[in-house]
Each structure stands twice: as C-alpha cells, then as structure tokens.
C-alpha cells in the first residue's frame, strides 16, 4: 500500500510538471506573439504617421501657391484700381 502511494504521488507530480512545463510554454508564445503583433502595429503607424506627414508636405505646398497666387491677383487689382484712379482723374481736368 505504501508503495503504490509513493508510486501514484511520483506520477502525479510528474504529471503535474509536464502541464505546468506546458502550461509555461504556450504563456512565453502568447507573450512572444502579443510582441509581434506590437510591433506591426508600431510599423503600420509608423507608416500611416509618414503618409500623412507626406499629405501634409503636399497640402502645404498647396497653401503657399494659391497664397502666393493671391498675392499676385491683389497687387493686379491694387494696380488697376491705381490705374483707374489715374484714367478718371484725367478725365474730370
């Protein structure tokens, strides 16, 4: 009777060590594919962050012509106006 107990306690802890052993090992994959998936994440927002800074470049660029356009339309009007000041002026002498 003792030795069947000793015997049954052996396996059962032996038992007990290889799904503990087990048990540890698919915790270290999940942990191992939690981190791949971090950093495909940080690759794709890395990604997404240049595309938009890229946009944001393009949009700028944008911005500068047509203000650049406007400034040149206003000193056309400014030297219309100039102009048709000058043209009535000469009119009423």
Do not use: C, H, P
């Amino acid at each position: 009777m003792n030795r069947t107990g000793t015997i049954v306690a052996i396996v059962a802890l032996v038992i007990g060590l290889l799904v503990g052993f087990l048990w540890w090992g698919t915790g270290t994959q999940r942990l191992e594919k939690q981190l791949a998936d971090a950093r495909a994440a940080t690759q794709a927002v890395g990604r997404q962050l240049e595309a938009a800074q890229t946009e944001a470049q393009k949009a700028a660029e944008k911005v500068k012509a047509v203000e650049e356009r406007l400034a040149a339309v206003e000193a056309d009007l400014s030297r219309e106006r100039v102009q048709r000041a000058r043209q009535a002026g000469k009119g009423r002498k």
